[in-house]
């Protein structure tokens, strides 16, 4: 995985955590704000009195950081010595289907905490609110943390913890973070005659429109200038994690598709 872009919007709202080690890695909804940026102007007001390490919008690969993982932020009570937290720009009320038209904000939401799993050596374990309220290491959401952690009931029942979490392990999406049935479809929508009977069947019905701008980002490739169908063809296959055959292409890569990838991969 690739280390994320933290956008860095310092927050006023912050105190020590007095040396006490972080255990809790915490989830939450900001309930309001629908950008990093939005969530960074009302952290940014001492007024506020609120604040979190970082948050989640649908942009890729960034986040925003508000408060540095050594303080203490206030966003969870009781817990905030302990904790070290993310806000997604969402809300708890959001169904499952709702989350699932941001896989950007879950991806960011996974590669964050296995950042800070990582940092603070902490494993990537779903904490009961027993373990959350005691003495657990791992992940929770807010509601885990009960009264003692200001009751509140975020992230809600659509929140697609354990994906994220699979996510966050490894055990998930492709680097990319698309789904199998993209990389199928957008295969068979660039490259073929997109012929009705030949249409991936687990692409659904309905291409949402993360799908289209990725397809966007391919055609953008496409027309780069120089690059050949070959070279995009190992493009996409390289990205998508090498699934399938090997597009028939040099076995020697010349270094600036070596370039155009890195590209592409920053694009995307
Ligand atoms: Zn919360």
Redesign the pocket.
């Given at each position: 995985m690739t280390t994320l872009v933290r956008k860095q919007m310092p927050s006023p709202n912050f105190s020590s955590r007095v040396n006490t080690p972080v255990r809790l890695i915490?989830l939450?909804?900001a309930?309001g704000a629908r950008t990093i940026e939005e969530l960074g102007h009302y952290f940014a007001s001492s007024t506020s009195n609120a604040s979190s390490h970082v948050g989640a919008d649908d942009k890729k690969n960034t986040i925003g950081e508000y408060v540095k993982r050594a303080n203490k932020a206030w966003?969870?009570s009781n817990a905030n010595p302990v904790s070290v937290?993310m806000?997604l720009c969402a809300f708890a009320s959001w169904t499952a289907a709702e989350w699932d038209k941001h896989p950007n904000m879950l991806e960011n939401c996974a590669r964050w905490i296995a950042e800070e799993a990582a940092y603070f050596e902490l494993p990537i374990t779903k904490l009961t609110p027993a373990q959350a309220q005691g003495l657990g290491k791992g992940v929770c959401q807010?509601?885990d943390l009960g009264s003692w952690g200001?009751a509140?009931h975020?992230?809600g029942d659509g929140f697609p913890i354990d994906r994220v979490l699979n996510m966050a392990r490894g055990e998930g999406d492709s680097e990319m973070g698309y789904p199998d049935w993209f990389w199928d479809w957008s295969n068979w929508y660039l490259t073929t005659d997109r012929d009705p009977q030949h249409r991936p069947s687990a692409a659904p019905a309905d291409i949402p429109e993360w799908a289209w701008t990725g397809v966007e980002e391919i055609t953008k490739i496409n027309k780069r200038f120089g690059m050949t169908s070959g070279e995009r063809d190992w493009i996409i296959w390289l990205v998508a994690g090498k699934q399938g055959q090997r597009p028939n292409v040099p076995s020697d890569i010349p270094d600036h598709w070596w370039d155009d990838q890195k590209w592409f991969v920053k694009q995307t």
């Open positions: 915490v939450h909804t309930e966003t969870q937290s806000e807010h509601r200001g509140h975020d992230c």
